[in-house]
């Protein structure tokens, strides 16, 4: 009887160590048992401080948040949607819970006390709590917290806990199907397939007239030789002072151009493609002897008048350019 009492004091450390093993393995089968039913967990102060107290052979992310509309916490609110989808990817595809993880959510209205006792200031707060026994039991008892810079989104995050869980698996996320975005697709393209049917024998006369063709091929032939794509690329100023106290409409020299030198250069060669087509084409269908005689001298008119103009503006960026046209000297 004697030996009993020496006996009894080795197995009580033991049967202590068995205990505490016993209790942190119950813990990691009732929340995950609660996980499965619906994740990430929804925390109070009594249940973080049981989730995460040691020792536990298991992880924890807890994201302390803070929803109500009276924080007006944007981040937090724009956060949510993305951890649920991250807590019940994980939770879907870890059924049997071999990755030894835990999502929960401790909202400010549920765990006042325990954001007090961190000293946390703002939300959203992400720590991941690793285990502190077992083969995965991590080199501190303290949580690592996730950096939020700006808004996030579920598969950031599963990198992040990822890789701070090495040989252990890691669900992918799923995302859940849009129904309603799929529904108004759908209704759209059928919207724009029926009026596009209904507007196609008008709009088919349109695309193969030659008329048209031409006349946005002169359009884009106008843009690109009055120096437009110049401009885009040098970003040059739209207009600039001529030292004495007025506006200069063209920069000197030919490597250098304004905005509204370009509109203008591009208004003088429409109106000579459009006095040349005219003498080109509309005059000799005219069968009105006289009419068709005062189109030419108008046309061959604007004709001269315009390029002895455009020949003036080569001679204002460039002294030295020999070619001059009355009236404009």
């Not at 049997?96 to 006792?117: A, P, V």
């Not at 843009?223 to 409409?249: C, E, H, W």
Request: with cysteine; glycine share 8%; charged share 15%.
């Amino acid at each position: 009887m004697r030996w009993f009492p020496l006996l009894l004091s080795f197995a009580l450390p033991f049967g202590s160590l068995a205990a505490k093993k016993s209790s942190t393995v119950d813990r990691f089968d009732e929340f995950h048992a609660k996980s499965q039913a619906s994740s990430p967990l929804k925390l109070a102060d009594a249940s973080y401080k049981k989730l995460t107290s040691a020792p536990r052979d298991y992880s924890i992310a807890v994201l302390l948040t803070a929803l109500d509309a009276r924080f007006g916490c944007q981040l937090c609110t724009d956060f949510q949607p993305e951890w649920d989808i991250l807590g019940k990817s994980w939770a879907k595809g870890d059924k049997k819970g071999e990755s030894r993880l835990i999502f929960g959510t401790l909202d400010f209205s549920n765990g006042r006390d325990t954001f007090i006792s961190l000293g946390l200031q703002s939300a959203p707060v992400l720590l991941l709590f690793q285990p502190t026994t077992g083969p995965h039991a991590g080199a501190s008892p303290d949580p690592i917290r996730y950096d939020f810079a700006g808004p996030q989104t579920a598969e950031n995050v599963h990198e992040w806990v990822a890789r701070h869980l090495p040989d252990r698996p890691h669900p992918a996320v799923s995302r859940p199907i849009n129904y309603i975005a799929w529904i108004v697709s759908v209704v759209l393209a059928l919207f724009f397939a029926a009026v596009g049917y209904n507007i196609w024998p008008y709009v088919l006369p349109v695309i193969q007239n030659r008329n048209v063709w031409a006349g946005l091929s002169l359009i884009g032939i106008l843009l690109f030789t009055s120096g437009q794509m110049f401009n885009r690329i040098r970003k040059v100023p739209y207009v600039a002072g001529d030292g004495r106290g007025g506006i200069s409409y063209f920069a000197g020299g030919f490597q250098n151009q304004y905005g509204l030198e370009t509109q203008i250069v591009a208004f003088m060669y429409g109106v000579l493609s459009f006095a040349t087509i005219s003498l080109a084409i509309k005059a000799p269908r005219t069968r009105d002897p006289k009419i068709q005689q005062l189109m030419v001298i108008v046309w061959g008119a604007v004709l001269v008048l315009m390029y002895s103009f455009l020949l003036s503006v080569f001679r204002v960026k460039n002294g030295g350019y020999p070619f001059k046209l009355p009236p404009f000297m």
